[in-house]
């Protein structure tokens, strides 16, 4: 091992010195792992590989960088990946990196381009490289020697290897055809129609609000007590789901898009769902929150009665009536049945049963903004905010998150657990009873 490791050295020394050392960090892992980067590193090549999933560039390198990982991981070579997603993309990272063969350790933190280390590195574009040293922490190459035709070659200098004049892997032989691209949501069309300024909640006033609410009395539904059919619940669930999010022009193509998740009333015309869905995208330059229901009728939103970041629940006055509330349960208990209703990863009207696996505090003072409950109903990106119903069609709670654990740093191995985070019906009913307290002062 000595002798292997006195080689490496001298081989690092024969390579372009660029002057500097990396920049040591720690971090968490997507499975939840603490990485201390360079020095989990030791005796080891590291590639720290900064990109994302709606990086073109950085997918086209994937069919050479996994191929280069296979060949030459045996040898030595370890990847940190740092991925510039948002926090809106974080739940399906994971689906994509074992789509695309990235078995290697990922950290992100949600920030996109604000991400901390992406400053550290001071990453402007990607894919951005760095290649270190994890015995010395010292960089031994960066930029275009880490991509395409270079990128082999300078790792195998950087291992001590023999150059192998391999080819690199072609994106086009490598990648999958593309699947044909999804319809557009009708929603799109009908938006830009009917959402007119004045209307409906523009991006100024959302984030004004957000820090000072406009309270106003809400009237709940009363609880439920008589026991329903999946069948029935899944009838209750389709009939009030309701989609809340934005409609912006994009600072990157300065088209309109949609950002949509789920929501719920728990009033004629109060609207609940999680305090992540009402935060405007990272990609918004001007836009409006608005929400509408499966029939795509859009309804326009007057103000922010509520709202807690820590929490992750927000309730938004609509200018409608008719709609279906749903009651609220606080007194939640383990294995009781849960359903939910949403729209994971685009699949529209997505039902699914499971049970409640735990309830939790995310702090040890256990206030209400830090309660939380696990469930095995299925959901994913899209489906924040949407109602978790028990069997007599009560929500007790709504979608927040999903976070994935691994009992080894390195994905590849280990034993992964797949949690499945909601705001309990309590914690929304204790934003009611401060939003109704307000009101009357």
């Given amino acids: 091992m000595k002798q292997a490791l006195l080689a490496l050295s001298l081989v690092l020394a024969a390579l372009p010195a660029l002057a500097e050392d990396a920049k040591p960090f720690e971090a968490i892992s997507t499975t939840g792992g603490k990485v201390s980067f360079p020095s989990d590193y030791k005796g080891k090549v590291v590639l720290l590989d900064f990109w994302a999933t709606w990086c073109g560039p950085c997918i086209a390198e994937l069919p050479n960088l996994t191929k280069v990982y296979e060949d030459l991981h045996p040898k030595g070579l370890e990847i940190l990946g740092v991925s510039l997603d948002s926090e809106d993309k974080k739940a399906g990272l994971a689906?994509?990196?074992?789509?695309?063969?990235?078995?290697?350790?990922?950290?992100?933190?949600?920030?996109g381009w604000k991400a901390g280390l992406a400053g550290l590195y001071a990453v402007r574009s990607i894919p951005a490289c760095f290649l270190v040293d994890g015995g010395t922490g010292r960089l031994i190459a960066s930029g275009t020697a880490l991509r395409g035709?270079?990128?082999?070659?300078?790792?195998?200098?950087a291992l001590g290897l023999p150059p192998s004049g391999t080819p690199p892997v072609s994106a086009a032989r490598s990648v999958k055809p593309a699947a044909p691209p999804a319809p557009p949501d009708p929603l799109l069309e009908v938006a830009a129609k009917v959402v007119k300024a004045g209307r409906f909640l523009d991006h100024t006033a959302v984030k004004a609000q957000l820090k000072q609410p406009l309270p106003g009395a809400v009237a709940l539904a009363t609880?439920?007590?008589?026991?329903?059919?999946?069948?029935d619940i899944a009838r209750v669930a389709r009939a009030a789901h309701l989609r809340a999010g934005w409609y912006y022009r994009c600072t990157r193509c300065d088209k309109m898009h949609l950002n949509m998740a789920g929501a719920y009333a728990v009033a004629p015309d109060v609207v609940a769902t999680a305090n992540h869905v009402v935060d405007p995208p990272a990609t918004l330059k001007d836009g409006w929150f608005i929400v509408a229901n499966a029939e795509n009728e859009i309804f326009a939103t007057s103000a922010i009665l509520g709202a807690d970041a820590k929490s992750d629940a927000a309730l938004v006055r609509v200018v409608a009536g008719g709609l279906k509330p749903l009651p609220l349960r606080a007194d939640v208990d383990l294995g009781e049945p849960a359903y939910c209703f949403s729209d994971p990863l685009k699949h529209r009207g997505y039902f699914s049963a499971g049970i409640v696996n735990r309830l939790y505090s995310t702090d040890a003072k256990e206030e209400p903004a830090s309660q939380r409950l696990n469930v095995s109903t299925d959901w994913a990106q899209g489906s924040s905010g949407s109602a978790v119903l028990d069997e007599y069609g009560n929500v007790i709670g709504h979608v927040a998150r999903i976070q994935t654990f691994n009992s080894n740093p390195a994905p590849s191995s280990g034993t992964t657990l797949v949690m499945h985070e909601a705001i309990p019906a309590k914690t929304v009913l204790n934003l009611v009873k401060r939003v109704n307290e307000a009101a009357v002062k």
């Fill in 95 to 111: 689906a994509f990196t074992k789509e695309k063969g990235m078995t290697w350790t990922q950290i992100c933190d949600g920030k």
């Fill in 223 to 231: 609880e439920s007590t008589q026991a329903k059919s999946s069948r």
């Fill in 149 to 157: 035709a270079s990128l082999r070659p300078t790792i195998e200098k």
